[in-house]
């Protein structure tokens, strides 16, 4: 949890909570394809930093330049700037979910794996 306060109004200041989403739909296929390429998902409720994302992207071979398309977000902070409540984990369950299926689209289109 990340705890602050912010200004509102005539001085007065509120406190706040960001939690980390822990429930998705996706979380046991998630597992099981994780289990499957042999990765290790980060924690349920490890918050989803840039820098998380650049060792997520690495782990599953995957560059920037990949991120840009499949994302369609400029930056890293993109995604987190619009998914705030998103886990490090359910990022790590995209990514996988997407080793599959952009390898299969590219033996249909006689490619090569995507880096």
Known sequence: ??????????????????IVRTD?????????LARR?????PQH??????GRMER??????KSIG????WSGFRSLKGFIEANPEWSARAFAGLLIE????????????????SQ
């Open 1 to 18: 949890m990340i705890r602050g306060s912010s200004e509102v109004g005539l001085g007065s200041a509120i406190s706040y909570t960001v």
């Open 24 to 32: 998705y739909a996706d979380m046991g296929d998630w597992e099981s």
């Open 37 to 41: 390429h042999h990765i290790r998902l």
């Open 45 to 50: 409720n490890t918050p989803l930093t840039t």
């Open 56 to 61: 997520l992207l690495l782990l599953t071979g």
């Open 66 to 69: 990949w991120y840009r398309d």
């Open 98 to 113: 997407n080793l599959d299926s952009y390898d299969i689209v590219e033996l249909l289109h006689g490619g090569c794996r």
